[in-house]
């Protein structure tokens, strides 16, 4: 099946400087990536999806990138602010008609400093 | 938020006891999900299921049973097979096909074996 990894597992940045979090994955097959934030107690929600016909998408100062052929892809956020602070998750996943299951990574705490 | 309840949001249970985990979701969506997450290890998927009365085992479905009668509702009971059932449950559910890529969590519920 497939796996990920994703590093780091913390990272502490100060207010206003850029983020980065990379994950790789096992499975070739695998078609869409995304990355989820987990504040602490609260839910995982999707901040940014990419899916393998592109190789990069933005949303504001949230930005993923793709590489397929080395299998890996990577959160970038910028100009950090203390909100930000949260646990993030990569995910892969084979989408298709049927179970979309979703593999995770096992998390980066991310801390901005203020 | 709303869309996928879980309750309770605490849970405590004696050694030896099976409790049932309630998940809702009035999103219409096919696909359910649950999953564990324990600390530095991410989300690991317990059980999910597709369609009404069909469901399939995750990674790590050993002491866990799950039902599906309804496709609004997909309840979890985590039996006193389970060995180490503490842990923070969540939910998911998604709609079908290449479309229903996103997975829409629940609020979770912590279990604390005493």
């Known amino acids: 099946g497939e796996n990920v990894e994703q590093h780091p597992s913390t990272l502490s940045v100060q207010e206003g400087d850029s983020a980065v979090i990379k994950c790789t994955y096992s499975?070739?097959?695998?078609?869409?990536f995304p990355w989820y934030k987990q504040e602490l107690g609260k839910r995982p929600q999707l901040i940014i999806d990419i899916r393998s016909n592109v190789g990069e998408k933005k949303d504001q100062r949230i930005a993923v990138t793709l590489n397929k052929t080395a299998k890996h892809f990577s959160l970038h956020i910028t100009e950090t602010q203390p909100e930000d602070s949260a646990v993030y998750f990569c995910a892969a996943s084979i989408l298709r008609t049927g179970a979309n299951n979703l593999f995770f990574g096992t998390g980066t705490r991310l801390t901005v400093i203020p | 938020d709303g869309g996928i309840t879980q309750s309770p949001k605490y849970l405590f249970r004696k050694e030896g006891q099976n409790v049932t985990l309630s998940c809702e979701q009035n999103l219409n969506h096919d696909a359910m999900y649950w999953y564990r997450q324990d600390p530095g290890q991410g989300l690991r998927l317990i059980y999910y299921s597709q369609i009404v009365n069909d469901f399939q085992k995750g990674d790590i479905a050993e002491g866990y049973s799950v039902s599906r009668e309804k496709k609004e509702s997909f309840p979890l009971t985590v039996t006193s097979a389970q060995k180490n059932p503490t842990a923070f449950y969540l939910c998911?559910?998604?709609?079908?096909?290449?479309?229903?890529?996103?997975?829409?969590f629940g609020p979770g519920t912590r279990l604390t074996v005493l």
């Open positions: 499975d070739s097959a695998s078609n869409y």
């Open positions: 998911a559910s998604r709609t079908a096909g290449l479309a229903g890529a996103e997975q829409f």
